[in-house]
Each structure stands twice: as C-alpha cells, then as structure tokens.
C-alpha cells in the first residue's frame, strides 16, 4: 500500500515560486506514473500535470503549460515546481499514483491520492 504525502505548500504573492514535494511511504514511486491535481474552492478538482513512470514523459494543463514543471526522482518523491504564480493557482494541490498507466491525466486513472497541500497566491 503507498501512501503519498505532500509537502511545500503556503502562502505566496502573485509572481512567486513554490515547490510542492510528494513523498511516497510505505512503497516507492518507482513503477508508478505520478500526477498532481488542484482543487480551487467551489470548483471540481482539476489536472495539473502527470509524468510517466520513466520519468522522461511529461504533460501539462494549458493553464499552468510554460510555468510548472513536474519531476520525479524516480524512487520516492515526485515535485511541482511553481513559478509565475498568479492568483488563479490558489487550491489545494493533491498528488497521486497511477499503477497501471504510463502517464494519466484522468482522475479515475489514479490508484493512491494523497491529503493535499494548500497553495495561497496574493494579488
């Protein structure tokens, strides 16, 4: 059973970085492609970004497609990086595991979620 932890969330001004950190216990993340979600408050969640098990394969939402990057270490931890954050980004950001997909950009694709980790941009 993997259990993924998110880390690196806050409170930041419109423009900055933050670089959110999933951390995989009680299994690794190798084998499994990783993703991480958003959800705003009053909206559905939503995709964000999802890389494949190999870690060379990557994709993006167009709202966050030329600012975020999704990596992996490939043994436990998978990250965000966020820069040029606008306000729009505020959401709770959750990351997630997917067994038997490449890469997976669908919510139903994904096997473990973890709790998430607020993320507050100021104007």
């Known amino acids: 059973q993997v259990q993924l932890v998110e880390s690196g969330g806050g409170w930041v001004s419109a423009g900055g970085s933050l670089r959110l950190s999933c951390v995989a216990s009680g299994g690794t993340f190798s084998g499994y492609a990783g993703g991480w979600f958003r959800q705003a408050p009053g909206k559905e969640r939503e995709f964000v970004a999802t890389i494949a098990w190999s870690g060379d394969r990557t994709y993006y939402a167009d709202s966050v497609k030329g600012r975020f990057t999704i990596s992996r270490d490939n043994a436990k931890t998978v990250f965000l990086q966020m820069n040029s954050l606008k306000p729009e980004d505020t959401a709770v950001y959750s990351c997630?595991?997917?067994?038997?997909?490449?890469?997976?950009?669908?919510?139903?694709?994904?096997?473990?979620w973890g709790q998430g980790t607020q993320v507050i941009v100021s104007s």
């Open positions: 997630a595991a997917a067994a038997t997909y490449f890469m997976a950009k669908v919510e139903s694709q994904y096997d473990y």
